[in-house]
């Protein structure tokens, strides 16, 4: 079987918001075509029109290829020898960032292929099944402007992601940094009034998870913030300081007894070594997408195993990119939970709206996959809607 095109999708959510910060109005969708007639389909979490010059655009010699040049005529059903193939043909363009984050959407959709050629699950191909069902947690981000709007938003979201058979969710309490969403900027005091509202709420046994998105500027800053969320029974805290800043990230994990989060940014196995190794964090957290799809978080996840961290995968996208990561979870039994955004807490028409997929909640749980490769149907009336959206930015 050979790799006979591949199809760039720009996808914009037709109600999105410029002053968002939320990367799941946008997406960019890739369908791998065969010479036999199977289909994958892939995703990634980056600016859409970049990654589609990172696949379109041309090459004038051998390591400094475009993407989709280089797939063309390689075998779907090897995605790991296909990845490093690709690796070496851009490295002088890709080795990290967007390049190797476009490389994601295309691995997802070869691990997708070579699970439909086997008429199996993906994770069939990718490991052992270590579980009966997997754990998911509800992602809650209110797209609101002012606190009491934001604090009324959470609370009632936390009430309903329980009310749904959630477990676990995660509060996404950025009030200042890079993603202080919504143009909404409030003292650190007011992160502990949430979630501390959000705690009395729900209760003892409902576990919190709280992403501060880069907040602090410090690790003073940082350690004397968590601090206060010691009595309040959390999971974790994700990307609290910069992300090229692993020296502080030791520090902060070997100063505070929660759970350190980090690695929704970085790129290929090789960063999570450096994240581990110097930056200490106690849970690893790939986004299939971004870190070059599935045959390098497989990586991630082996690391993680070897030196005893957890594996909680960031996603902020659609159905393709959960289902990727319910695969992933199968194989893993050091995956507590992934990122799971259900329709009805998410404002995102793109979550809604794009795919039907096998990704279910059920008591907190969910189901291991069964279908044929990620398991994964594009709504097509819905893509076409998406991408007439885009053409309407940019062409």
Same mark, same amino acid.
């Given at each position: 079987?050979?790799?006979?095109?591949?199809?760039?999708?720009?996808?914009? &959510?037709?109600?999105?918001?410029?002053?968002?910060?939320?990367?799941?109005?946008?997406?960019?969708?890739?369908?791998?075509?065969?010479?036999?007639?199977?289909?994958?389909?892939?995703?990634?979490?980056?600016?859409?029109?970049?990654?589609?010059?990172?696949?379109?655009?041309?090459?004038?010699?051998?390591?400094?290829?475009?993407?989709?040049?280089?797939?063309?005529?390689?075998?779907?059903?090897?995605?790991?020898?296909?990845?490093?193939?690709?690796?070496?043909?851009?490295?002088?363009?890709?080795?990290?960032?967007?390049?190797?984050?476009?490389?994601?959407?295309?691995?997802?959709?070869?691990?997708?292929?070579?699970?439909?050629?086997?008429?199996?699950?993906?994770?069939?191909?990718?490991?052992?099944?270590?579980?009966?069902?997997?754990?998911?947690?509800?992602?809650?981000?209110?797209?609101?402007?002012?606190?009491?709007?934001?604090?009324?938003?959470?609370?009632?979201?936390?009430?309903?992601?329980?009310?749904?058979?959630?477990?676990?969710?995660?509060?996404?309490?950025?009030?200042?940094?890079?993603?202080?969403?919504?143009?909404?900027?409030?003292?650190?005091?007011?992160?502990?009034?949430?979630?501390?509202?959000?705690?009395?709420?729900?209760?003892?046994?409902?576990?919190?998870?709280?992403?501060?998105?880069?907040? *602090? &500027?410090?690790?003073?800053?940082?350690?004397?913030?968590?601090?206060?969320?010691?009595?309040?029974?959390?999971?974790?805290?994700?990307?609290?300081?910069?992300?090229?800043?692993? &020296? &502080?990230?030791?520090?902060?994990?070997?100063?505070?007894?929660?759970?350190?989060?980090?690695?929704?940014?970085?790129?290929?196995?090789?960063?999570?070594?450096?994240?581990?190794?110097?930056?200490?964090?106690?849970?690893?957290?790939?986004?299939?997408?971004?870190?070059?799809?599935?045959?390098?978080?497989?990586?991630?996840?082996?690391?993680?195993?070897?030196?005893?961290?957890?594996?909680?995968?960031?996603?902020?996208?659609?159905?393709?990119?959960?289902?990727?990561?319910?695969?992933?979870?199968?194989?893993?039994?050091?995956?507590? *939970?992934?990122?799971?955004?259900?329709?009805?807490?998410?404002?995102?028409?793109?979550?809604?709206?794009?795919?039907?997929?096998?990704?279910?909640?059920?008591?907190?749980?969910?189901?291991?996959?069964?279908?044929?490769?990620?398991?994964?149907?594009?709504?097509?009336?819905?893509?076409?809607? *998406?991408?007439?959206?885009?053409?309407?930015?940019?062409?």
């Amino acid at each position: 079987m050979k790799i006979t095109r591949i199809d760039c999708h720009i996808l914009l &959510d037709p109600d999105y918001n410029p002053a968002a910060t939320s990367s799941a109005q946008d997406d960019l969708v890739v369908e791998v075509h065969t010479d036999e007639g199977i289909v994958g389909i892939g995703e990634t979490d980056l600016n859409p029109w970049i990654a589609r010059e990172c696949i379109e655009a041309p090459g004038t010699h051998t390591m400094d290829q475009g993407l989709g040049s280089v797939y063309l005529g390689l075998d779907p059903l090897d995605p790991p020898k296909a990845w490093w193939t690709a690796y070496q043909a851009t490295a002088m363009t890709g080795r990290r960032g967007a390049l190797v984050n476009a490389m994601g959407a295309i691995d997802m959709a070869l691990w997708d292929i070579a699970g439909k050629a086997a008429d199996a699950p993906t994770w069939t191909l990718l490991g052992e099944r270590s579980r009966d069902h997997l754990g998911a947690y509800a992602s809650l981000q209110p797209e609101v402007s002012n606190f009491d709007d934001y604090l009324s938003s959470m609370l009632q979201w936390a009430k309903s992601a329980k009310d749904m058979g959630f477990l676990a969710a995660k509060l996404e309490t950025t009030f200042s940094g890079p993603y202080a969403n919504m143009g909404l900027h409030e003292k650190d005091e007011r992160m502990t009034e949430v979630i501390a509202a959000v705690r009395s709420q729900v209760g003892p046994d409902f576990i919190l998870m709280v992403d501060v998105q880069y907040a *602090f &500027d410090s690790v003073d800053r940082a350690r004397r913030v968590l601090e206060t969320w010691i009595d309040l029974d959390i999971f974790f805290v994700e990307t609290p300081l910069w992300t090229d800043d692993l &020296d &502080d990230y030791r520090a902060l994990a070997e100063s505070i007894p929660i759970r350190i989060a980090a690695g929704e940014w970085l790129s290929t196995h090789y960063e999570f070594e450096d994240l581990v190794h110097r930056g200490h964090v106690a849970v690893l957290q790939p986004d299939i997408g971004r870190v070059g799809g599935l045959t390098e978080a497989v990586k991630v996840t082996r690391l993680a195993a070897e030196t005893g961290k957890l594996v909680v995968p960031h996603l902020w996208k659609t159905g393709i990119s959960v289902a990727a990561a319910a695969h992933l979870a199968t194989v893993t039994p050091h995956m507590p *939970f992934f990122e799971f955004l259900p329709p009805p807490l998410c404002e995102s028409r793109l979550r809604k709206e794009l795919v039907v997929d096998e990704v279910t909640l059920s008591e907190g749980r969910v189901s291991i996959p069964e279908r044929p490769g990620l398991g994964v149907e594009l709504n097509r009336d819905s893509l076409e809607l *998406f991408k007439e959206a885009a053409r309407r930015v940019r062409p």
